[in-house]
């Protein structure tokens, strides 16, 4: 009975040190609600800084590129043109593969790099100046790659058919060609002379007595008789003269 009442005395003791404080915890968390609310203003002011200074900049690169004459959207919409076709599946498929084969290119690249000295001296015993001929290529692709060849590239593909007809026509054939080259040569050598008015009648009677004359005159007759076959047989007239 004595025990009994000792711990119930003991337990009554003890109950004021132990029981709960709401408005502390309260206050407790106030303070460090607080806190917090000044911790996230500050980074908040410190983000909005940092975002102030990289605008800044951004701009300033931007205006220095469009300075030098760079045209920075259009730039931006290649660069996410690259970045679609970079993250499609086939492509990074293709990127892995190469990525896994950087290892083993050095020894590839010397291999190469043995293989176009070997390819270089063989020239150069030859003969061949190499590092003219590379020039003259370095030339030549600037040439090829130049607006007006590009242009000329275009039309010359947009009419694929009139170009494979007149390879087919036998106007390239080795024959035809030295015709061509001759007829070249004449029309170089007449350019070169000095005349008067064509002759008349009686002179072209004359001319008919040399026999270049004759030969070309043959030639030519013989040219307009296939020609008119020619016409003939794909069903084509000569365009009619002009009143």
Not at 122 to 131: K, N, Q
Not at 134 to 159: I, N, Y
Not at 164 to 172: F, I, K, M, Q, T
Not at 187 to 200: H, N, W, Y
Request: glycine letters at 8%; proline letters at 5%.
């Amino acid at each position: 009975m004595i025990e009994g009442t000792s711990a119930s005395r003991s337990a009554q003791g003890a109950s004021p040190e132990l029981a709960p404080d709401p408005a502390g915890s309260l206050r407790r968390i106030e303070a460090s609600l607080a806190r917090l609310e000044q911790r996230l203003a500050a980074a908040e002011a410190q983000a909005a800084a940092a975002v102030g200074v990289a605008t800044d900049s951004v701009d300033h690169l931007v205006a220095d590129a469009r300075a030098r004459g760079v045209d920075v959207d259009a730039r931006l919409r290649l660069a996410l043109r690259l970045a679609e076709r970079l993250t499609d599946p086939a492509v990074a498929t293709a990127l892995e593969a190469m990525l896994a084969m950087l290892p083993q290119a050095p020894a590839a690249v010397a291999i190469a790099a043995d293989g176009v000295d070997g390819v270089v001296a063989r020239l150069r015993a030859s003969g061949i100046d190499v590092e003219a001929r590379a020039r003259l290529l370095g030339r030549a692709m600037e040439r090829l790659t130049s607006p007006e060849a590009l242009e000329l590239l275009a039309a010359v593909l947009s009419r694929l058919d009139a170009v494979r007809g007149v390879l087919e026509s036998g106007v390239l054939d080795p024959a035809t060609t030295k015709v061509v080259g001759t007829a070249g040569q004449a029309l170089v050598r007449t350019a070169r002379e000095r005349f008067d008015d064509g002759p008349g009648a009686l002179g072209v009677l004359r001319a008919l007595g040399d026999g270049d004359v004759r030969a070309a005159v043959g030639f030519t007759l013989r040219f307009a008789k296939h020609f008119g076959r020619s016409l003939k047989e794909h069903g084509l007239t000569l365009p009619a003269r002009a009143p």
